[in-house]
Each structure stands twice: as C-alpha cells, then as structure tokens.
C-alpha cells in the first residue's frame, strides 16, 4: 500500500521546497477559486468537503487552500502511514508549524524524532501515578465545587465547562489558587489561542494576533520566573512543577525557555481539547437517555453516589479503571466529534501511497472524522453506541480506525489526564442531576468542534 523513496530530506522550514503543479499534476484533485482555492468551502463545511473529494477523486486527493497544496490520504492505513511513521517521514512541527508556530512554538506538537523523543520522556514524570493522584485530589475538589454551583435549571453547557477547565488548569496544572492572577493568566491563554486561527497572520495593532502575541509574551514572563522559583524551591505536585523539574536521561535539567514552551502549549492542547470532548458526551448522553442511566448507576456502584448532604462523593484515583461504561461512552462521543478532526504533516521524503507517488515537500494530511464515521469500521456510524469500544469490537477493527488522540511517537501525552478528567467530571455531575437537551446545536466543525448555540441543556436535580 505505501513505499517510500530514497530522497534528501527536504529544508527544514515549512516555506521552502515545496513541489510544484507539475510534481503533483498526476495527483487527482482541484483548486478551487483564484487565490482564495478551495479555503472557504472548507470552512463553511468541511466534512462535507472532505466527502465530495472522496467521492469524486478517490482516497486520494489534492486541494488548494490555505494559500497552498495540500494531499488528504484517507483511511485507517493513510492513518496508520501518517502517525506510526516507521520511516521517520513526516514531520509533525513542519505540518503544525504555520498554524501555531508564532503562538506555540517548539510545543511537543511541533517536534520531530530524536528531540520530541527527549522531551517526551522527560516531560512524562509529570503523568505518572503520584502526581495523577494529586491531580485527581485537585479536579475532584474543583469540578464538585462547580457543577454544584451551576445548580438545576436551564444552561449553556459549552461556555461553563469552558470556564471550569481553565480554572481546574489553574488549579492543577500551574498549582496557583483561584484569583485575579489565576484571571490574567486565563485570559492571555484564550487570546493565544483565539489568534492561532486568525485569518490576520501578522500582530498587527488592534488585531486578534496582537493580542495573541501580547498574551504570549506575558506568559512567556510568568512561566520564565516560576520556573526558576519552584527549581529553587523544588517544585511541587502540579504539572508545571513537574514540567520544571524535569530532567533528561543523562541527569540534566530542560532549559527553562523550553519549559515554558511547553507548558504553554500543554495548557492549548489540554484546555480546547477536553472542552469539545466533554460538550460532545454531554450532548450524546442528553440525546440518549438510556447511556445516561447507564452510566449514572455504574457510577453509583462504585462511588456511592450522593452523600448524607446530597453532595456526590468524590471518585477515587484508585477507582479510575472501574468506570468502563463512562470510558467507553467517552471514546464514542470522540469518535463522533473528534476534538482534532484532521491531522497535518510534512512528508520529508517522497513516498507512495493508493497508487500514487507523492512528492517531497509536500504537506498531507488525514482525516479522523472521516474514517471515525466509515461504515467498514463501525456498525451505526451515525449513532452512539458505546459498545463500539467493547474489548471484542476493538480487536476486531483496525487498530488506526480510530485516532482522537493521534498516534505513533505522538500520542497524545495527556490522554489519561484527559479520561481522569472526564470520569470525575462525570462522578459529579450525574448523581446529582439529570440532563436534557433543549435544542438540537449546529456545530461549528473547524479547527475545534464546538456548538454555535453554546450546547443548551436542562438539569434536573435527582
């Protein structure tokens, strides 16, 4: 299905060596409109785009937009290529690279082999089991104080569980109380990432990217002193403190100005992400009253739901891996709405791939949303089924059917950060309440899936 050529790698930025029409003339495809390609299709639609190309070229395809060529490579082996990557041919900073190298750079994201290797390990003290069970000490305090607060009634589900992730980041992640330094903090964070996506890529004065450069530079300064301190006052539980201490295999500390990258780019990755994710399963279960109750009684059984004061009891670290119905529920509201529904990267070296030779330098991509959705793979595509991730169904499907978290050398680090946080989340807000859907959302699906409606749901106390 895929070889790859012998070739010189190609220069190491993103703004050179890229192939020209006739290297990718024998690759089906189509540009679109002058200038602007195929850009506005994709965002009104991108699903829907991706569909159409399919379904008129192939699982191979060309398109225009962006202000370039890009070649989308569809299907659980395209994923499987692209993400395992035994050749060490696709380079992950140099396809991330011109959405987010301004606001994020050097994040893990945007790091290729030896170096991300590195990092990765380095960086991975800070998701072992004693600071996970510190964290789930914090979240447990944080989400039951909040989804509390909310109280019965009628709500926006989107925008609130949007405000207690960055708080619970406060909280867990940098270890700081609740507060107006936890305020500034938040607010320079969702400029960065608002202007990661802004059409205007210059920081221009009253521009969305200056006020992401701003928020940058201001948290570049906060990280760079922190780090120092907690080094001299050897760090502490949360994951910034971990992040600072971290040391490579040779005993050595990280450089501070690659801490900070980091832990700039973790708080991007995790916030956003875990907020789709959440909003997603929140409208699954709402949709499905049945999965609802599911998981409430399974919860119940295992924490004991509502305490003598009507509070939910809190789960447990060690009660982590008994919630297997929420887990399985939680992976197939992801599989529905992937927070990363497509997937960047740079071949360094020509390849081939269904039949076609792909030339180096260019940029590819895969699509998780379309694969999450195919019908070879998944019995209800459409529908949410959580017996999809039953043990037996998952040996029986392709092992890259199914990638919200990526793969590969890039598998996301904070996965089982991100299912802790779910299963508390979930621990805390069923016992207490039932949970309705009041309208149907339009979903906005790039570059982060989000309801345009803020997701409008009813809780009922129990």
């Not at 499987?80 to 987010?100: A, H, T, Y």
């Not at 120092?228 to 502490?236: I, N, Q, S, V």
Request: with cysteine.
């Amino acid at each position: 299905m895929a070889t790859l050529a012998a070739h010189n790698p190609i220069p190491a930025h993103w703004s050179e060596g890229n192939p020209t029409e006739e290297e990718l003339a024998h690759i089906p495809g189509e540009g679109g409109w002058p200038v602007v390609g195929n850009t506005f299709k994709m965002l009104k639609d991108p699903h829907a785009f991706a569909q159409h190309m399919v379904e008129t070229y192939g699982r191979v395809y060309k398109s225009k937009a962006f202000g370039g060529w890009n070649i989308a490579l569809i299907g659980a082996d395209a994923n499987e290529l692209v993400l395992f990557d035994r050749e060490k041919n696709f380079s992950s900073e140099q396809g991330w690279g011109p959405i987010l190298d301004q606001l994020f750079p050097r994040g893990l994201m945007l790091l290729d082999f030896d170096h991300h290797r590195a990092d990765r390990r380095a960086l991975s003290i800070a998701f072992k089991p004693g600071p996970m069970r510190h964290y789930s000490g914090s979240l447990n305090r944080g989400i039951a104080h909040k989804v509390e607060e909310w109280g019965a009634g009628r709500m926006e589900f989107y925008p609130a569980i949007k405000t207690l992730t960055l708080d619970l980041a406060a909280d867990s992640f940098i270890g700081i109380e609740w507060g107006p330094e936890a305020d500034r903090i938040n607010t320079a964070f969702i400029d960065m990432v608002q202007a990661s996506v802004a059409p205007v890529r210059r920081p221009l004065p009253f521009t969305q990217m200056k006020r992401g450069t701003d928020g940058r530079a201001f948290l570049v300064d906060f990280f760079t002193q922190e780090t120092h301190r907690r080094r001299a006052e050897g760090g502490g539980q949360d994951m910034f403190s971990q992040f600072a201490t971290a040391e490579y295999e040779d005993g050595s500390l990280m450089p501070v100005d690659e801490v900070v990258d980091h832990m700039n780019f973790l708080m991007m990755a995790a916030h956003d992400t875990i907020t789709s994710s959440a909003t997603s399963l929140i409208w699954q279960l709402a949709k499905n009253p049945d999965w609802q109750e599911k998981l409430r009684q399974e919860i119940e059984s295992v924490t004991g739901g509502l305490g003598p004061d009507g509070r939910a009891r809190d789960l447990a670290y060690e009660d982590m891996g008994r919630l297997e119905l929420v887990e399985m529920a939680f992976k197939e509201a992801l599989r529905i709405m992937p927070p990363v529904p497509s997937t960047p990267r740079r071949a360094l070296r020509e390849f081939e791939f269904g039949g076609y030779r792909i030339p180096a330098g260019s940029h590819v991509g895969i699509n998780a949303n379309y694969v999450h959705h195919e019908e070879e793979h998944w019995s209800d595509p459409y529908g949410f089924d959580p017996n999809h991730f039953t043990s037996e169904a998952v040996k029986a499907r392709h092992k890259y059917a199914w990638v919200p978290f990526g793969g590969g050398a890039h598998m996301c680090l904070g996965l089982h950060f991100a299912y802790m946080q779910i299963k508390i989340l979930m621990a805390q807000l069923l016992p207490r309440y039932r949970i309705a859907l009041d309208q149907e959302p339009d979903w906005q699906a790039w570059p982060i899936p989000k309801p345009k409606d803020g997701l409008k749901i009813t809780l009922e106390r129990i």
